[in-house]
């Protein structure tokens, strides 16, 4: 009774602090469940590195298709506002970042594979 309370009151006193914590246990949730799921069915590490190499390709994916369907529609002349430019500046950023961290999962998981086959 006592933690329902102050979370109402921790939750409902600032909106900042419940959408970064909602965020993070979100988060954590979605990715550390599929990593946890791989991780009893692959082992550590190959585990970590197929759901890191999962989660960064479907971020790419979902931050190209903003990238390319971002929101439009005719623009009120008594509004100033984000050009279709400027609106697409943080998504373009988001995909080159985990295009990147796609392609680093990809080349650890194509060494973690050699070294594997290696050994054998």
Do not use: C
Not at 72 to 97: C, S, Y
């Amino acid at each position: 009774m006592f933690f329902r309370e102050l979370f109402r009151s921790l939750f409902s006193a600032n909106l900042f602090v419940t959408g970064v914590v909602l965020t993070i246990a979100a988060v954590v949730l979605f990715y550390g469940s599929m990593y946890l799921f791989n991780y009893t069915n692959l082992g550590k590490k190959l585990g970590f590195l197929v759901t890191g190499a999962a989660m960064f390709g479907w971020l790419s994916l979902t931050s190209l298709l903003f990238v390319i369907y971002a929101p439009r529609g005719p623009k009120p002349d008594n509004i100033e506002g984000l050009n279709a430019i400027e609106i697409r500046v943080i998504p373009i950023t988001f995909l080159a970042v985990t295009l990147v961290l796609f392609f680093v999962f990809l080349v650890a998981l194509h060494q973690y594979e050699e070294a594997r086959q290696g050994d054998s």
